[in-house]
């Protein structure tokens, strides 16, 4: 909170809001497919994340210090890519969504197979950590973008779409375990979902470039 009272300038709110109005402007197709791009990106990442303490101490085979090292620097992986994304989204907002969701499902395939060693472990998890994150500025710029009439609610809204992909990647990595694919297939499980958000980006930017054309 401090650092953003001291980081962000000063805004003034000269506009009443209106909620209806806002409300409608959520409803609109290009908004939802946005929102619906955010549950996913953010499914994948939990879907490996709400299990990587089991997968580091059963396949890695790695002691309470290790696990703890690599959730620090997952964390810093996280930092590092949301810097990252962020600069790269004012470059290319789709650009940055595609390269960081193939990096995102080359590494967890690569994790799948690799998991069982400390050596790779370690520098998978960081980059899967600033790959992971560096899909939230460009989704985030991409609802406001749609929903460019009512973009508070719009960045709540979205905030609500993250925690629901990270409720549906948790309960997707369960049902994998439960299924008795063992657990290098979560790690292929959340894969799969980043390939399934890749295809909704290129989907959307397709659309957004025929749209652009017949303007």
């Known amino acids: 909170m401090i650092a953003l009272r001291f980081s962000l ?6 506009e009443k809001a209106n909620i209806r109005h806002e409300l409608s402007v959520l409803t609109r197709g290009p908004v939802l497919a946005a929102l ?6 953010a499914s994948s990442m939990f879907t490996v994340f709400t299990y990587i303490v089991p997968i580091l101490q059963q396949e890695t085979l790695a002691s309470t210090t290790f696990v703890t090292a690599m959730l620090v ?5 996280l930092a590092v890519g949301n810097v990252l994304g962020g600069r790269f989204a004012d ?18 395939l690569l994790f799948s197979i690799s ?9 998978l998890i960081f980059f899967w950590g600033v790959g992971s994150f560096a ?37 997707l990595g369960g049902a994998v ?16 979902t980043a390939i399934l958000g890749l295809m ?9 470039q025929a749209t652009q054309v017949l303007a």
């Open 9 to 14: 300038p000063p805004l003034a709110n000269t």
């Open 36 to 41: 619906l791009l955010t549950v996913v990106g």
């Open 73 to 77: 620097l997952y964390g810093v992986g």
């Open 91 to 108: 470059k290319s907002l789709y650009g940055t969504l595609i390269v960081s969701l193939v990096s995102v499902t080359v590494l967890l």
């Open 115 to 123: 998991m069982t060693s400390a050596w790779m472990t370690a520098p």
């Open 135 to 171: 899909v939230v500025p460009p989704l985030q710029s991409l609802v406001v973008q749609e929903a460019s009439e009512a973009p508070n609610l719009a960045s709540a809204m979205n905030i609500g779409a993250f925690n629901l992909g990270n409720a549906v990647g948790a309960a």
């Open 177 to 192: 375990i439960s299924a008795g694919l063992g657990l290098p297939a979560v790690s292929m499980a959340g894969a799969a």
């Open 200 to 208: 909704m980006t290129v989907f959307l930017n397709r659309r957004r």
